[in-house]
């Protein structure tokens, strides 16, 4: 497709369940990046990706959250045990090859934990 | 700490008016910055990126100036409409591999 896909768009999971997020960015773009946004919050970073690789992890809430891309492209979020505090409409990014050229964001997953 | 911030966090102006809307920096060694447009349940949408070495960009109704300075960007919107209404947002690029967001400025058009 020609912008970054974001699937689901909506999740709604109970406490303690594991979930996957998923992104496919545009094809292309070396750079990935995933934020999170809680309700009436700004944009919290989670992790980026330069090809497969993470550089920087350091936004990552806590060890239940990892992240992995495959082939240079899609990438997934998992969340394992979810907590309600981990509500929130979860973003994906990317860019062609990194924070020196221009971002452009998919709709989010808004994932909701009860 | 590289922070950005925007003040208002929400604003009001009749239809027709021009109108400004503010991010500030606290790096100066800033690499680039971003404005977006957020409607709301929606993702975030690009409308500008000014590199360090420009001054402004300027999209149809829309002109971005940045001052790395004064530590300041500013995002003007010519003969608002109803359709601008939404939330807008600043990033900023400072050569960490990350963009760091301001919280945004909502802003409302009254027809």
């Known amino acids: 497709g020609a912008g970054v896909s974001q699937s689901p768009s909506n999740k709604v999971t109970e406490k303690g369940k594991d979930v996957e997020l998923r992104c496919d960015p545009i094809?292309?773009?070396?750079?990935l990046y995933w934020y999170r946004q809680s309700l009436g919050q700004g944009l919290e970073f989670l992790i980026y990706?330069?090809?497969?690789?993470?550089?920087?992890k350091s936004g990552l809430p806590s060890d239940r959250f990892s992240a992995e891309r495959t082939g240079g492209s899609v990438s997934t979020l998992t969340i394992q045990r979810t907590q309600q505090e981990d509500s929130a409409v979860y973003l994906c990014?990317?860019?062609?090859?990194?924070?020196?050229?221009?971002?452009?964001f998919g709709q989010g997953t808004r994932l909701t934990v009860v | 700490k590289q922070e950005v911030t925007q003040i208002p966090a929400a604003l009001s102006v009749p239809e027709g008016e021009n109108l400004v809307l503010n991010c500030s920096f606290t790096?100066?060694?800033?690499?680039?910055l971003q404005w977006f447009r957020q409607d709301p349940g929606k993702g975030l949408t690009s409308l500008l990126l000014?590199?360090?070495?420009?001054r402004e960009q300027t999209s149809g109704r829309l002109n971005a100036s940045l001052d790395k300075s004064s530590g300041r960007s500013t995002l003007y919107i010519a003969a608002s409409q109803p359709g601008d209404s939404a939330t807008y947002l600043c990033?900023?690029?400072?050569?960490?591999?990350?963009?760091?967001f301001g919280t945004g400025t909502r802003l409302t058009i009254i027809p």
């Open positions: 990014a990317s860019s062609f090859r990194g924070g020196s050229t221009e971002a452009f």
């Open positions: 094809s292309g773009h070396t750079a």
């Open positions: 990706f330069q090809g497969n690789s993470a550089p920087d």
């Open positions: 790096d100066s060694a800033i690499y680039n």
């Open positions: 000014i590199q360090s070495s420009q």
């Open positions: 990033a900023a690029y400072f050569g960490n591999e990350k963009l760091t």
